[in-house]
């Protein structure tokens, strides 16, 4: 789970993991953690990242055109550029992703001089998930995140990782208690891994 830098040559696909919280203790950023883990143990080189080293703004026209995209959009944009595939795992905000992982995306999805703004996502495989204190697991919020980034030009995978009641979900440690979630966990993974491996590119 280093970065992407210090990163050695290799063949193994890279995925870039991100919660779409910042919320100390948050259950998506406790999902990302155990999916990296999950990622490494499936062959890929895992890149865990807080969305709160790169703060935005919401998303204004004006601003842009007077500032250009904001220095952290062109770090996340290299990342993306950077890496086969994603993971992420976002909260349900009134049936829908996070407005943070929203506004992120929004801000990504921005041309940047003469780059097109989708570069950072096509070619690139995701897969999405969830974690909440309800029952649902998500799932409304990831339909339509997976709308989004699909719309972006990336290539989303069916299954999907949800993780209801979260407040018992997790150890001390952060690893899923479930043996039946860590295997779901492992399948997403490895799927996530092997198709980002057959397909996903880097820009």
């Known amino acids: ?6 990163e050695p040559t290799t063949d193994k696909p890279r995925i ?6 910042t919320r100390r203790q948050s259950y998506n950023t406790r999902l990302a953690r155990h999916m ?5 143990q499936a062959g890929g080189i895992s890149t865990l990242i807080s969305l709160a080293d790169y703060p935005m703004a919401i998303y204004h026209g004006d601003d842009e055109a007077q500032s250009g995209l904001p220095e952290s959009a062109r770090q996340l944009r290299s990342l993306f550029k950077s890496h086969h595939g994603v993971f992420f795992a976002s909260p349900e905000e ?10 992120t995306l929004d801000w990504l ?44 030009g990336m290539l989303v995978l069916p299954s ?6 979260a407040a018992n979900a997790f150890d001390d440690a952060g690893d899923l208690q479930s043996e039946e979630q860590r295997t779901a966990a492992e399948a997403v993974a490895l799927a996530l891994v092997r198709t980002a491996a ?5 820009s």
């Open 109 to 152: 999805s921005r041309a940047d001089g003469d780059e097109p703004g989708k570069v950072p996502y096509i070619g690139k495989v995701a897969a999405i998930g969830g974690a909440t204190t309800g029952a649902s697991g998500t799932r409304l919020g990831l339909l339509h995140l997976r709308t989004v980034l699909s719309g972006l």
């Open 160 to 165: 999907i990782m949800t993780i209801p009641f």
């Open 36 to 40: 990296a883990r999950s990622v490494e």
């Open 198 to 202: 057959a397909v996903g590119v880097t």
């Open 94 to 103: 009134n049936s829908s992703m996070s407005a943070l992982l929203k506004n």
């Open 16 to 21: 870039l993991l991100l919660s779409g919280s």
């Open 1 to 6: 789970m280093s970065p992407i830098e210090n």
